[in-house]
């Protein structure tokens, strides 16, 4: 089966400009996160949906970055006036259920390709 | 706050060497501990989960250990296949927890 798709792959935009990202999770997947990657580093937790719900935000680090799940499936990742700090690989992951179901082995991340996204 | 420590930072192994990565860990509470492979250019992919101490997972020539304050990811005969960048992370346990916490990963590169 397909797994998550990311588009573009990447991006190039000037500083101050407004880009949005796009995952599309695998069918059926409720769970949907993004990450953020720095070269050499590992990838930092963004944000987390459960369904069309942003369930946990805590690690956008300001507010020119927002994010949506309207249908509970695909997801937009946007980032208003951006800066060249913004300059790394965006991650998308998703899984069957969030990780805090009971019960079951864990919930496994599957994450996509990645945008990498270089401002200028 | 939650810390993941991998080392090396970078291997280089002659193909058939075994050896081993270490993923160093504090967390208040462990949900998970989360091994993947990142290749270059690539999202991480999968390869283990492990929940206790004592656990043991293998695929092919990789083996996960976990102790109460580190995993290990053993690779047996390592082949020039193998080279890439493996990511350590933890879930910690409680309500209102979602994220990974991703170590900075272990580059290995296997020579022929």
């Known amino acids: 089966g397909a797994g998550v798709s990311q588009t573009p792959s990447n991006k190039v935009t000037e500083k101050g400009k407004y880009v949005e990202l796009r995952c599309d999770p695998i069918s059926g997947h409720t769970a949907l996160y993004w990450y953020r990657q720095s070269l050499g580093q590992g990838p930092e937790f963004l944000i987390y949906f459960q369904g069309t719900g942003a369930a946990d935000d805590s690690g956008l680090p300001n507010d020119r970055f927002f994010a949506v799940r309207p249908e509970g499936s695909v997801s937009t990742l946007k980032i208003q006036r951006t800066e060249r700090g913004d300059s790394a690989v965006y991650l998308c992951a998703s899984s069957p259920r969030g990780l805090l179901s009971s019960g079951s082995l864990g919930d496994t991340q599957y994450f996509g390709p990645g945008t990498r996204l270089t401002v200028l | 706050e939650d810390q993941v420590t991998q080392s090396p930072e970078a291997l280089r192994l002659q193909e058939g060497e075994s050896s081993s990565l270490n993923c160093s860990y504090t967390?208040?509470?462990?949900?998970?501990l989360f091994w993947y492979r990142q290749d270059p250019g690539k999202g991480p992919e999968f390869l283990f989960t492990l929940y206790s101490a004592g656990e043991e997972k293998e695929k092919e020539r990789l083996k996960a250990t976990l102790t109460k304050k580190e995993s290990f990811l053993h690779i047996t005969a390592p082949k020039p296949e193998d080279s890439a960048t493996y990511l350590c992370a933890v879930h910690r346990s409680g309500a209102g927890s979602y994220q990974l916490t991703f170590g900075k990963g272990t580059k290995l590169s296997v020579i022929p």
């Open positions: 967390v208040s509470g462990l949900r998970g």
